[in-house]
């Protein structure tokens, strides 16, 4: 390994491990957030309501249709 490519490394762990603090911070901010609401809260919030989940949305069958003809217009495709 030559000294430019210890240097890269090195520079991409440093990176990843800031990011990792970042993640870590805010998960730390977040949980006090949340702790705090708890406590000062006659009733605390639902845990759906704490980590909604996505929903699936279910599509009509001309909206899906609509999504088709978008998408295949996107990717270049004719209509037959």
Do not use: C
Not at 4 to 20: I, K, M, P, Q, S
Not at 59 to 71: I, K, R
Request: net charge negative; aromatic share 10%; charged share 30%.
């Amino acid at each position: 390994m030559t000294p430019a490519e210890l240097n890269l490394y090195a520079g991409a762990f440093t990176e990843r491990r800031r990011e990792e603090q970042r993640l870590t911070q805010v998960n730390i901010y977040s949980l006090a957030a949340l702790t705090r609401a708890m406590i000062w809260a006659k009733h605390p919030p639902s845990f759906d309501r704490v980590f909604p989940e996505e929903r699936r949305r279910d599509m009509s069958d001309e909206q899906m249709y609509a999504m088709v003809q978008g998408l295949n217009a996107m990717f270049g495709g004719e209509e037959g």
